[in-house]
């Protein structure tokens, strides 16, 4: 059977033992040939006189537009559309706490001192809680709805002072985020703007809405509603299903819609109801990012949540081991290649969110007004799946993952760590015990090398050369199952960072969670650069998304590109067929906004050419 390598090796072995399952992992080989007009983005379909391919004989559209406005506009429509995902998110969010606050839920927030953190950021005046979280809802709400022409009141707020100033006089601060998404589409569509330098400014605008608020926001308004991450011990990889429960996999991004479940699945009478159809009780099992924020706060939610299974393309596996009895949607990530095993092994299927709907799944839409009707038809349907499913199929759950994963790492869980100043890391640094940092953020794909595969052997690369590694998104997924997040990996780190690590008891690469935390990586970007009284860009700090994967991965580079970090990618972006566009954002953002893109498809060269970012930043800083 013909599938695609994978860093993680249990998880192939277990794949050949069912050959009656196909994954993807089978289908990349008869994708390998790829279009090579896709690939440099030169492809334009967006009129019926095409789909046009910009070829040396044929230079242009029928229309007249070039690759460097073709390409341009693939890529904006592309950032558009992973930044009207983050905002869909956020706007979703702001919504339920709004809820949870009003009374209208039965609900309680979890995090007060987030609450007043946050007010007091935004200098909203309210004391009591419940309206001071009204008010921030409302804020970020009002941001989203702005028309273009009006810059959103808390980017500002958000921002370190330096970027803010730096976008100011680049004039990419972001009008009202949704806006922005609706002008990128129109922008880029049939006969409109032939302008790429454009285009490639209003990416930025839409990375800098993407990470304030789609990022940054969310993760403060979760921390509100479902408790603040801590630092823990947790068990991945798919030795958390435990066959004695009723097992529900998640799958998405939405962590606020879940919580009502997770709560409501340890009352009483749910165990009852488990009990009465032979099962101990209910499990929730993470998978793809939702997985990584439950396990990011894991402390609060251990009765429930079993732990963390994997990312995206470990989840048709997943589902292949017989172990999981419903499977619960409300994001992407959510792969179509889940619906034909889910009938395969009878697994029931819901989803929450109309924007994530299977073709065989139940639509059961979301409202946190109602959120315990939804959570006890849920627990029913799950319940129902468990009695039907149970003596019909091979439950086959292989040893897999580990029991020692360092989880819970936020901004401030980890100051709180270090004494709660970033000031040990700062000296560290200084000193050479640690050379840098490298955020290695993202999706997992399987065409870098293969699944995982570019992520993890960068990650070794990396903290070889004693360079902490920080991760947040599917990249984590990987990391975690392939032991990198354990304490024991300090052994596979350079001498110093090997020695930092033994003495504080953490692993060389921590796990900072879900995508989403790509916002709280700013966050401690930002602290560190007001600790040194410098800009970001001056950071000893480099950024790689190795195997990104969609469009919500662009909009985080261009977040990235407009902090004024160096971002490698181990595939392109599809924008290689224009001259003009490569040399903008691999050269001239240098020069805009301190970032640039660096394609480097090889792992050792990756790693060096990262290294030498680091040690040139260093070199400015006389450290």
Known sequence: MKMCASADCTLTDFMRTKPEVETSFNRVPNQALKCGFGMQGVCCRLCSNGPCRITPQSPKGVCGATADTIVARNFLRAVAAGAACYLHIVENTANNLREIVL?????????????????????????????????????VLADLYRPRSQVMELVEKLTYEPRFKRWQELGILPGGAKSEVFDAVVKTSTNLSSDPVDMLLHALRLGISTGLYGLALTNLLNDIMLGEPEITSARVGFSVVDPDFINIMVTGHQHSMISVLQDHLVTPAAVSLARSVGAKGFKIVGCTCVGQDLQLRGVHYQEVFSGHAGNNFTSEALLSTGGIDLVLSEFNCTIPGLEPICDQFLIKQICLDDVAKKANAEYMPFNIKEGEIVAEQIMQAAVKSYAERRNKVQIDIPKHGYDDVITGVSEKSLKKFLGGTFQPLIDLIAKGAIKGVAAVVGCSNLTAKGHDVFTVELTKELIKRDIIVLSAGCTCGGLENCGLMSPAAAELAGANLKAVCRQLGIPPVLNFGPCLAIGRLEIVATELAQALNIDIPQLPLV??????????????????????????????????????????LTEDMEQLTGGKVILEGEIVPAAEKLEAIIDQKRKALGI
């Open 103 to 139: 009374g209208n839920t039965g609900l309680n927030i979890k995090g007060a001192e987030v609450l007043h953190s946050l007010a007091g950021l935004l200098e909203i005046e309210e004391k009591e809680p419940a309206k001071q979280a009204v008010k921030i809802a409302d804020k």
């Open 543 to 584: 950024l790689s998304a190795p195997q990104w994967l969609e469009e919500q991965a662009l909009a985080d580079g261009a977040f990235g590109l407009a902090l004024g970090l160096p971002l490698h990618l181990a595939i392109p972006p599809f924008v290689t067929g224009s001259e003009l566009v490569s040399r903008v």
